[in-house]
């Protein structure tokens, strides 16, 4: 689990790293480019060297699967398990805990990524119950769902409690995909799902 601002535009090298837990997934960065900015030039960048800020320590994080940046709130992480409620906000600067909340009435089935958007209510966390492995669920489900939940406001003290949740439920036209990542629109809050690929 990482997050690196990119900064400039340009080519960047792989970012590569170990974990020290034994049940480690394989995880993917994919650095998305707005179609109107400037060409990516190939002088821009980065050193090979990286800085540790701190270690996530909440015991709620307990298998981590998704993570994204605040929209209200700079510096802010947000952070969630795979089949579990708990939404944990983490520093940027330390990787301390700044809250950990519950989102009410909802059972997931496989939370794989969450995205921050534009929302009725200002701005939302918006998580992906889009894989089909889940403890909660033996059979892998068809159906699928985005939840979409107010950001806390943490910079005025809410750091704990329940989240309340809207879900926007769906299926696929064809066969059940097993979906890794949500996007959000940052100016609509137009949501997608990127499926997993099968192994060649």
């Known amino acids: 689990m990482a997050h690196k601002g990119l900064g400039a535009a340009g080519a960047h090298p792989a970012f590569n790293d170990s974990s020290p ?26 050193a090979s060297t990286y800085t540790t800020v701190g270690t996530v ?24 398990n795979e089949d579990t409620t708990t939404v944990v906000a983490i ?21 794989e990524d969450v995205a921050t958007g534009p929302c ?9 119950d889009i ?19 107010p950001e806390p406001d943490i910079g005025a003290g809410q750091t704990s409690g329940a989240l309340t949740a809207e879900k926007f439920a769906f299926v696929y036209p064809d066969p059940a995909k097993d979906a890794e990542s949500i996007m959000v629109h940052p100016t609509t809050g137009t949501s997608t799902s990127s499926p997993r690929r099968p192994a060649a």
């Open 21 to 46: 837990y034994p049940n480690t997934n394989v995880a993917q960065v994919v650095a998305l480019r707005a179609a109107w900015a400037p060409t990516c030039s190939v002088g821009d960048t980065f």
């Open 57 to 80: 320590a909440s015991p709620d994080v307990i298998e981590p699967s998704g993570i994204a940046a605040s929209r209200i709130m700079p510096g802010v992480l947000y952070v969630h």
């Open 91 to 111: 520093s940027t600067t330390n990787a301390g805990t700044l809250g950990t909340f519950n989102v009410a009435n909802v059972t997931p089935a496989d939370w």
């Open 120 to 128: 009725p209510a200002g701005s939302c966390i918006f998580m992906g």
């Open 131 to 149: 894989g089909r492995s889940s403890a909660n669920f033996p059979v892998p489900p068809n159906e699928f769902a985005v939840y979409r939940i």
